[in-house]
């Protein structure tokens, strides 16, 4: 199980609403337990929420805040899931208190851009409803194309729907939707900004049309993991801050042998997805195996996640 973040200990919050947001999809207010600010955010971050003692998720905060005390957050019933959603939907009651983590932005917009498009399908809407939110109250110029099954499955459908800038598209069929993300990337300039977030599919599509684009201009945000396999060839491990050498056997990650050695390091998910456990490299290059990353900042090696991604090489000299 996850451990909480040593840099930042975990806040107790209270669940204080349950709400309806769209077919399948609650939407749950925190508020901090004596009335105190929670820290600040800004769209496309995200939270660790330890439903339970063998569950512990991640979700999107939804900007703005309720209040200066509050975080609300959407969750999706997957009943097809690893248990969390279910156990959230059909055991939280409110007034429980749960522990969550600061939030963590692995999605930023980035600031200045003359045009932005944003993507989302299904409960991808979370971290894209927010940025769109943002990009509209600063006044920029911003196109959000967002796919669901059905407008009863659409969340934020009263707030969107009447939007000239949304373009809402349902598959109410067993076809494929009239209209594809790779449509409506290719009619785009190519310095527009681009931010997706959705299902696998959805975003392999993203990645595979946004080739060629301008390097810093796309970016996706996956809400599942991509991680299959985290073993491969033993390899070293210097930790410079540390002084210690580590050797990562074939069956455990780097996140593991520094625990194992007693080295205290921040983790949460420990599937790739989160970006707790990122750490700066020194020296050698990774075999990036995480979620997060972009492939620009794949290819400088600069930084990656201990969870699940290894040294392409021998050896690997670590800010640990």
């Known amino acids: 199980m996850a451990s909480s973040n040593p840099d930042g200990a975990d806040i107790l919050v209270r669940l204080t609403e349950i709400s309806y947001g ?14 105190a600010r929670l820290p600040e955010f800004e769209p496309g971050a995200h939270i ?42 059909h055991e939280s009651v409110v007034g429980n208190t749960y522990r969550i983590s600061a939030p963590r932005n692995n999605f930023r917009v980035h600031p200045g851009a003359e045009r932005y498009a944003l993507f989302a399908g299904g409960i991808g809407i979370t971290p894209i409803a927010s940025m769109y939110r943002n990009l509209k109250e600063r006044g920029a110029a911003v ?112 996140l593991q042998a520094c625990l194992k ?21 020194l020296e050698g290059k990774v075999d990036h195996r995480d979620s997060i990353l972009t492939p620009e900042q794949r290819q400088q090696h600069k930084k990656m996640m201990i969870c699940c991604s290894r040294a392409r090489d021998t050896s690997l000299v670590l800010d640990l």
């Open 261 to 281: 050695a007693g080295i205290d390091v921040a983790y949460s998910c420990e599937e790739g997805v989160c970006g707790a456990c990122e750490v700066a490299v």
């Open 22 to 35: 769209a077919a399948g999809i609650n939407i749950y207010r925190f508020s901090s337990i004596d009335g």
């Open 143 to 254: 196109a959000l194309h967002y796919w669901t099954a059905n407008p009863l499955r659409t969340l934020f459908y009263d707030e969107l729907s009447g939007d000239a800038d949304v373009h809402l598209m349902h598959d109410v069929s067993l076809g494929a939707p009239a209209v594809q993300i790779a449509d409506v990337i290719r009619a785009l300039p190519p310095d527009t900004q681009l931010y997706c977030c959705g299902p696998e599919r959805m975003l392999n599509e993203f990645d595979a049309v946004c080739t060629g684009r301008p390097a810093g201009v796309a970016h996706r945000e996956r809400f599942g993991s991509t991680v299959k396999n985290t073993s491969g060839d033993e390899f070293q491990v210097m930790l410079k801050r540390s002084n210690r050498a580590l050797t990562v056997a074939p069956s455990e990650s780097v």
């Open 48 to 89: 660790d929420l330890q439903i339970s003692s063998p569950h512990r998720r991640q979700y999107s905060l939804l900007w703005p805040a309720p209040s200066a005390n509050s975080y609300s957050v959407a969750v999706q019933l997957d009943s097809a899931g690893r248990g969390g959603s279910r156990a959230f939907h």
